[in-house]
Antibody, heavy 121, light 110 residues
Framework: QLQLQESGPGLVKPSETLSLTCTVS??????????WGWIRQPPGKGLEWIGT???????YYNPSLKSRVTISVDTSKNQFSLKLSSVTAADTAVYYC?????????????WGQGTMVTVSS | QSALTQPASVSGSPGQSITMSCTGT?????????VSWYQQHPGKAPKLMIY???KWPSGVSNRFSGSKSGNTASLTISGLQAEDEADYYC??????????FGGGTKLSVL
């Protein structure tokens, strides 16, 4: 049973960089059938796609966040990571990592439990 | 890339059927058959309910069904149950390996 688990600081100061890691267990992040993504949800609001990465390192970002986002993958650790720079209070949200199918199930089919990140001094 | 448009809320009585919409453009919903729907209970992660417009993931009840016409996708829930009360989000492929979500619809089972 594939599982995803987010980890990282729950509190980040304004103007600093938010860093989160998603650990994949029960399966390989190097599968050619999947991408791996980050999605966030501000308190009381809807979901926002941040970006996705393929095990080869190819990345795709939300145009509205592209200038501040970096997603990377470490296949040796079966992990992928998110960095969001120059954060403000508007970046306060629950951050989810999720698996995105490329063939068959073209959707975010498995999600982590989410981790709350608050931007505050 | 703008968020897909969903009604803020819909409601129905147990046993009834409801339909909620998800409106985009020809650049996302209308251009691809990669619309998915997610159910989210309070404090929980979203759960995939429908993918590729109308397909069911393993383990999801066939009371949930999806369709699309033009730039609008729809999710129908038949035989409404109390446990269906949740927030529902649509998501569409938007080209160039990008994705866009809707603002979400709160379903109340009266």
């Amino acid at each position: 049973q594939l599982q995803l688990q987010e980890s990282g600081p729950g509190l980040v100061k304004p103007s600093e960089t938010l860093s989160l890691t998603c650990t994949v267990s029960g399966g390989s992040i190097s599968s050619s059938s999947y991408y791996w993504g980050w999605i966030r949800q501000p308190p009381g609001k809807g979901l926002e796609w941040i970006g996705t990465i393929y095990y080869s390192g190819s990345t795709y970002y939300n145009p509205s966040l592209k200038s501040r986002v970096t997603i990377s993958v470490d296949t040796s650790k079966n992990q992928f990571s998110l960095k969001l720079s120059s954060v403000t209070a508007a970046d306060t949200a629950v951050y989810y990592c999720a698996r995105l199918g490329t063939t068959g199930t073209t959707a975010f089919d498995i999600w982590g439990q989410g981790t709350m990140v608050t931007v505050s001094s | 890339q703008s968020a897909l448009t969903q009604p803020a809320s819909v409601s129905g009585s147990p046993g009834q059927s409801i339909t909620m919409s998800c409106t985009g453009t020809s650049s996302d919903v209308g251009g691809y058959n990669y619309v998915s729907w997610y159910q989210q209970h309070p404090g929980k992660a979203p759960k995939l309910m429908i993918y590729d417009v109308s397909k069911w993931p393993s383990g999801v009840s066939n009371r949930f069904s999806g369709s699309k016409s033009g730039n609008t996708a729809s999710l129908t829930i038949s035989g409404l149950q109390a446990e269906d009360e949740a927030d529902y989000y649509c998501c569409s492929y938007a080209g160039s390996s990008t994705w866009v979500f809707g603002g979400g619809t709160k379903l109340s089972v009266l």
